[in-house]
């Protein structure tokens, strides 16, 4: 196997072509074999996708609990769903975009099995020595319109989450790391509520408080957001650098 460091331009090309200096790869001994991934990537892979998944249901799990942050009433799964999109654009920036999305499509897939377990908990008859039903009910319980909010506005925001953070890469041909995170993920959250709350209250509030109560739970998830873009950059430390990725 030929390994090719730095800076690499096929022979005979002009110096003054476009192609000059445009190819960069480098040595991917540390992190690769050729096209197989090696134990640390695959274990990053999958300890990713796990928090994502895990990051899902929780969210959902404890959604039912409002919060008060920053003298605002919100979802306490506001608070863990921002997660999710840290998780996705490192899986999108260091494995590609069609790992990202093979792991939304399998979020979608995780949270709908863990709906449909919740509920056949609540069907299951209680037992005399500790009967939870009530209090059980009062924290699972689902409306057919929530869950509907809850997976639209979930699978819509992380799929464009992932085409907006390769759009970016490639118009900013692989540099400015921090621009396609921010960006892509404060459009993906945008979207998130304005889809949520559109299905799950509309008709419910009136326009003009539907579209007030949009505000707290967005500028949430956006200071959140902001704040862990350096997990990200820990993370690509941790796993290899971008150009390192098997994709």
Known sequence: MRYIKYRWTPQGTPSNSPLKDKVELARPSKLMDGPHMTDQRAFALTLLAGVFSGSLVTANLIGSKLVMVGGFTVSAGIL???????????????????TATNMVWTGLFVQVIALVIVEIGGLLPPSPRRDLSEAYA???S???RMVLASITAYTISQLIDVRLFHAIRRRTEGRHFWLRKNVSTLVGQAIDTVVFMTIFL??????????KAM??????????????????????K????????SY
């Open 215 to 236: 505000v707290p739970p967005f500028l949430l998830k956006t200071l959140l957001a902001t704040l862990d873009t350096p997990l990200m950059y820990a993370a690509m």
């Open 142 to 144: 689902l409306t057919p």
């Open 238 to 245: 941790w796993v290899g650098k971008s150009k390192n990725a």
């Open 138 to 140: 009062a924290m699972y």
């Open 80 to 98: 863990v769903f921002p997660l999710t999109f840290l998780v996705c654009d490192i899986v999108s920036e260091l494995f590609g975009p069609k």
């Open 202 to 211: 509309a008709g419910v509030l009136p326009a003009p408080e539907l579209m």
